[in-house]
C-alpha cells in the first residue's frame, strides 16, 4: 500500500491546495472520479458563461431591433457547443499534465475511507497522513419517483440539441441562468418552484423584478408548486406536482433538476475516519480543519462553512493548505461575499437583504429603485433594472447592495469592495466613477 503525506480528494480547489502541498515538498496524492478540473472549468461557472455571452448577444439584438438593429442573427447551438468545448476540454489535460509535472499522483475513481487513514480507489488502497477533502457538490437526490429521468446540470451543458421545450424542477440559481439561455434560442422554458418566491438567496424586490423579465421572455414561473413524481410516456416527461394543495401535471420535452446540491461527502465513509458532518457539509473550524479530526481539512462545496461559490472554494483552499502544511495558524475571513444570478438581465447581491436587515433589529436606511428609465439602461433598451441599498442609519455603512440589470454582476463588486474596506456610503457617494458606466449610476443610489 503506497503512503502519501497528503492525499487530497477532488480536483477542483483540490487541485490548488495539491499543487502548495507537492510544492512544500510533501508526498501527495489527488483522486477524482470525474475528468480532472472541478466542477467550475468543466460543468459549471465557466462552460456556463460561454453560454450566457451568446445569449446575451442575442438578447441584446432583440432588444434594439428598431433601434439600429434590422435583423435578427441566426444562432446555432450546435457550434456554440462546439465553442463551449473549446474551452473545457483543454482543461483537463492540461491539468493532470500540471499535476504531473509537480510529482502528484493522481487516482482516477470515486475514494471512501474503509479504515482509520486508509482510502480505497477502484481496487487500489492508499493511506495519508493528512487528509483534504475538497469533493464539492453534486445535485440533492430529491427522494421522488422518477427523479433518474431528470438530467442534471452537467448534463443540460453537454446538450448537443435543444428540444422545444425545457421544464425545470426548482427555481434557485441554475433554474434561472439555463432558462434565460435556452429562451434566447428558441425554447419554450418552464420552471417550478415549491416556495412562495424563488432564489430564496436573493431580495424579493430584486427577485420580482427578475421575475418580470423572465415572464416578459415568456418562461414561465410555477409557485407554490412541488414536483411529487415524474414519468415518460412515449417521447415525453409527465411531472407530476402538488399546487397550493390541487394536484396538477405537466408534460414537457426535457426536465432538468434544478432542485439544488448537496455536498458530495455521503457515501465517503467519513464514520471510519471519525470526521463528523451535517447535511451541509464536513463540520471544520476557522482553519478549515475538521472538529472531530485533526489529520483532515476540508474546503469548497464540501465543509459546512460559507456559500457554495467557486471564489469561496478557492480562498478555503488557500487557507487550508497553509495550515495544513506549517500547522494552524491562519483564520478564514471571509468579509462580504458577493454572488449572481447570471440571468440576462443579471441579479447581483452583497451583504444583508432587506428582510435580514429587519429580522436582525437593525436600524437602516433602504433606497429601493427601478431605473428603467436611467440612461444606462435606456440605451440598451433593457426592460428591467433597479437596486435597493441598504445603510446603517447608525454607522453610516452599506449593509447591504443589491443590484440587477446591465451589468449587475460587475457593479456588485464595488460595494463589496466598499463594504470591506467599511467605507461610508456618504464618502462612496463623493467618488468620480468613469461615465458613462453602470458604476456611475451608484452616486445616485444614496
Ligand atoms: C451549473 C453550475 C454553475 C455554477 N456557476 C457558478 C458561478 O457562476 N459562480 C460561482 O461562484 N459558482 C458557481 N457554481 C458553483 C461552483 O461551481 C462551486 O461552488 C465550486 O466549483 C466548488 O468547488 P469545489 O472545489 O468545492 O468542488 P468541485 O469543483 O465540485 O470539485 C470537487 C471534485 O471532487 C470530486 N469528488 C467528489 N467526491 C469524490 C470522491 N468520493 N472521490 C473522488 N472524487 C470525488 C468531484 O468529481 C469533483 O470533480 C456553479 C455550479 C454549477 C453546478
Ligand atoms: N451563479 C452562481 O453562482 C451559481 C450558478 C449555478 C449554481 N450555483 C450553485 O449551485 C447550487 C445549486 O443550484 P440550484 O439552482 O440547483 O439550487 P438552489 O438551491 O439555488 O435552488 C433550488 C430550489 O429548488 C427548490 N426545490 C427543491 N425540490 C423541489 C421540488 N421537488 N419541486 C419544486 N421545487 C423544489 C428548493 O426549494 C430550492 O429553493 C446553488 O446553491 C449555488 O451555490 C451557483
Known sequence: MEKFDVVVIGSGSGYNVAMRCAAAGKKTAIIDHQPFGGTCALRGCDPKKVLVGIAHVLSLNEQLIGKGISTLPEFSWEDLMKFKTSFTEP??????????????????????????????????????????????????????????????????????????????????????????????????????????????????????????????????????????????????????????????????????????????IFDMGLEKMRISFDKKGVKVNDYMQSVSNVNV????????????????????????????????????????????????????????????????????????????????????????SGYKILVDNDTDEIIGAHLVGPNAAETINIFAVAMNAKVKASDLKKSIFSYPTNASDIVHMF
Not at 410555477?222 to 406536482?241: G, M, P, Q, Y
Not at 447570471?342 to 429603485?369: D, M, Y
Open 91 to 264: 482543461k483537463i489535460p492540461k491539468t493532470e499534465e500540471n499535476l504531473e509535472k509537480a510529482g502528484i499522483t493522481q487516482y482516477h475513481g470515486r475514494a471512501k475511507f474503509i479504515d482509520e487513514n486508509i482510502i480505497q480507489v477502484n481496487d487500489q488502497k492508499i493511506s495519508g497522513e493528512k487528509f483534504a477533502l475538497a469533493n464539492g457538490a453534486a445535485p440533492s437526490r430529491l427522494s421522488i419517483p422518477g427523479e433518474d429521468l431528470l438530467i442534471d446540470s452537467t448534463a443540460f451543458l453537454s446538450l448537443q440539441q435543444l428540444p422545444e421545450e425545457i421544464l425545470f424542477v426548482g427555481g434557485g440559481f441554475i433554474a434561472f441562468e439555463f432558462a434565460h439561455i435556452v429562451s434566447r434560442f428558441g425554447v419554450k422554458a418552464t420552471i417550478v418552484h415549491r416556495g412562495e418566491m424563488p432564489l430564496s438567496n436573493f431580495d424579493v424586490d430584486m427577485v420580482k423584478l427578475l421575475m418580470k423579465a423572465s415572464e416578459k421572455l415568456g418562461i414561465r414561473i410555477l409557485l407554490n408548486t412541488e414536483v411529487k413524481s415524474i414519468n415518460k410516456k412515449e417521447d415525453r416527461f409527465l411531472i407530476h406536482a402538488e399546487q397550493h394543495g390541487k394536484n396538477i401535471e405537466l408534460s414537457t420535452q426535457l426536465a432538468v433538476h434544478s432542485a439544488g446540491r448537496a455536498p458530495d
Open 297 to 384: 481539512y476540508a474546503c469548497g462545496d464540501a465543509n459546512n462553512k460559507c456559500m457554495p461559490l467557486t471564489p469561496v472554494a478557492a480562498k478555503e483552499g488557500i487557507i487550508l493548505s497553509d495550515n495544513l502544511l506549517k500547522g494552524n495558524y491562519k483564520k478564514i475571513n471571509y468579509g462580504h461575499v458577493p454572488y449572481n444570478v447570471f440571468s440576462i438581465p443579471p441579479v447581483a447581491a452583497v451583504g444583508l437583504t432587506e428582510h435580514a436587515a429587519k429580522h436582525q433589529g437593525l436600524n437602516v436606511k433602504v433606497r429601493f429603485k427601478e431605473t428603467t428609465h436611467w440612461y444606462s439602461s435606456r440605451r440598451l433598451n433593457e426592460i428591467v
